[in-house]
């Protein structure tokens, strides 16, 4: 029994390993592509070898330092299993860390790791065997004598801080979670242990710590954005849209009673203002009674502590419930934004009770009623070229809410086809959990070169027999997936060498909404 043990855990590299002293290196590799131009065949990707460990160098003074910071790791790592102190995750994240069968089907199924060129780094079960091996032995009964058993480690600064970086070396898509024959889920694995290293030891990312959570709710959003700035940027946008439209487009602030509350991502109003515009277009021609907040947070739905601190996430959502109570609407609804789906609509479920429990509705979903209903006058012929959808991991695979967006995108776009996989199989763009915001220590890179991969090869094969010049779109129903997209877009020159362009859902619509002046997509030369 020990020698199969031992075997079974001889495939999971142990974790000081050597693969933190190596060099961040890059290497050519070709894509074999079964696609018929010179574009999709030569496109050349650098593989990302390894080095993940400075990202989160934070070395202890001293080991008196090393013992404090091992002693809150510890600590944190027993809340975790405290149901007073876990109040999200404590039963999913049990099964998780009692039931893996170590069979590595996850493996197959992780774009992360595939597009690494399988190192084993990056294998899902890679960081949670670290974490169960630390918590068998470090938490569990007898688990100094266990460990012999199981997978011994030690714990030190070192081991600690390998496993903070490597939790962000994973996008939290749950690709892996929905194959696994037990449940076990390694997204969740390694969104807990970003919550340890948050929580305890102040550790994550800038970019959705400082910059994200600490300035929405200092400022009012993780834009830096304050209210007058915003309505100074949607003025514009009113402006912009009803020269589009023909007809006066407004958009209401703060309208008491309102049936809807929505939320943009403040992202839009800063990057992609037509989605703002577009969705005021169609909800003004449906005739819904809706309004923006100008109230600080009220006017940006991101949440970014649901990739990282469930405190974090709490004092977010808290805030969105309170202005949409405060605003007697009926409902809130979510604009394109997949994190923000999940934030609010599934995981603050825990939080939002009695009176702050106000229904929240996905736009996807409005958006479907709204056309199937027939108040808006359609013509698909303006949408006449190619169209694929990317599927934001939050809507698909967490929320099931896949059938209404392609019901939209079969109604209004005639050359709509769909990526391979998709649907709750669909691949991550790449910028998941975080990743499309964060541009500090190698992140940025990283993503291009490893965690977006698998989509951009998606979108090329989505569109290989479409000649280069035809213009096409990449239809992504998320902020964060748009960032992400863009990217990998502007990195490969896939719109100047192939015309594939990306945006939202909403845009598609208006542009295909009869007796507008001006279409609402127009193709530049990429
Ligand atoms: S997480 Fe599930 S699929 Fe992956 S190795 Fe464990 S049991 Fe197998
Ligand atoms: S959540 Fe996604 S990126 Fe992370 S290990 Fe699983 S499949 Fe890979």
């Not at 898509?173 to 102040?202: M, W, Y």
């Not at 910059?211 to 993780?222: A, D, P, R």
């Not at 109570?325 to 609509?345: D, M, Q, S």
Request: glycine content about 8%.
């Amino acid at each position: 029994m020990v020698v199969v043990l031992l075997a079974v855990f001889s495939l999971i590299v142990a974790v000081n390993a050597e693969y933190v002293s190596s060099n961040l290196k890059s290497q050519k590799a070709t894509q074999v592509m079964n696609t018929q131009t010179d574009f999709y065949a030569n496109i050349t990707f650098n593989v990302y070898e390894g080095e993940v460990y400075k990202a989160f160098r934070m070395e202890p003074k001293n080991k008196e330092e090393e013992d404090q910071y091992l002693r809150a790791f510890l600590s944190g790592l027993k809340k975790l299993f405290q149901k007073k102190n876990n109040w999200g995750f404590l039963q999913p994240l049990l099964l998780s860390m009692e039931h893996c069968a170590k069979c590595q089907t996850c493996s197959g199924s992780c774009p992360v790791f595939e597009a690494s060129g399988r190192k084993e780094i990056y294998r899902p079960n890679f960081r949670s065997e670290v974490l169960r091996r630390i918590y068998r032995k470090y938490i569990k009964p007898y688990g100094k004598l266990s460990a012999k058993l199981t997978g011994d480690i030690d714990l030190n600064w070192t081991t600690i801080a390998r496993l903070a970086e490597l939790a962000y070396r994973c996008t939290l898509c749950r690709r892996c979670a929905s194959v696994c024959p037990i449940g076990v889920d390694n997204g969740l694995i390694t969104h807990e242990i970003r919550k340890l290293f948050s929580q305890e030891l102040g550790i994550a990312p800038k970019e959705i710590h400082d910059k994200g959570t600490v300035q929405q709710l200092k400022v009012g959003s993780s834009t830096g954005m304050n209210s007058m700035a915003v309505k100074d940027s949607v003025e514009f946008i009113e402006e912009e849209m009803t020269e589009l439209a023909g007809f006066k487009v407004e958009i209401p602030w703060d309208k008491e009673g309102a049936e809807i509350l929505l939320l943009h991502n403040a992202g839009e109003v800063l990057s992609w203002p037509e989605n703002v515009g577009a969705f005021a277009i169609i909800l003004q021609a449906a005739g819904i009674s809706w309004t923006l907040s100008s109230e600080s947070v009220g006017y940006d739905g991101v949440n970014y502590g649901v990739w990282y601190d469930d405190v974090q996430l709490a004092r977010v959502a808290l805030k969105h419930a309170e202005i949409a109570k405060k605003l007697k609407v009926k409902k809130i609804l979510i604009g394109e934004c997949g994190h923000a789906h999940k934030a609010l609509t599934i995981i603050a479920d825990r939080v939002l009770t009695g009176d702050l429990n106000i229904p929240r509705e996905s736009a996807v979903v409005l958006l479907d009623d709204i056309i199937q209903s027939g108040k808006l006058r359609l013509d698909p012929s303006r949408n006449n070229f190619p169209v694929t959808l990317h599927d934001p991991c939050n809507l698909v695979r967490l929320m099931g809410i896949v059938e209404p967006q392609r019901r939209i995108l079969r109604r209004i776009a005639p050359k709509f086809r769909e990526m391979t996989p998709h649907g709750v199989d669909n691949y991550c763009c790449g910028g998941g959990s975080g990743f499309a915001i964060m541009s500090s220590y190698n992140f940025a890179e990283w993503r291009i070169l490893v965690s977006s991969r698998k989509k951009l090869l998606q979108i090329l094969d989505a569109f290989k027999n479409e000649p280069l010049e035809v213009p096409k779109y990449v239809c992504a129903p998320c902020s964060n997936c748009k960032g992400s997209i863009r990217d990998i877009l502007e990195y490969y020159r896939a719109g100047e060498r192939s015309h594939i362009h990306y945006g939202g859902l909403v845009e598609l619509i208006v542009n295909a909404m009869d007796g507008l002046k001006q279409p609402m997509i127009k193709f530049d030369a990429g």
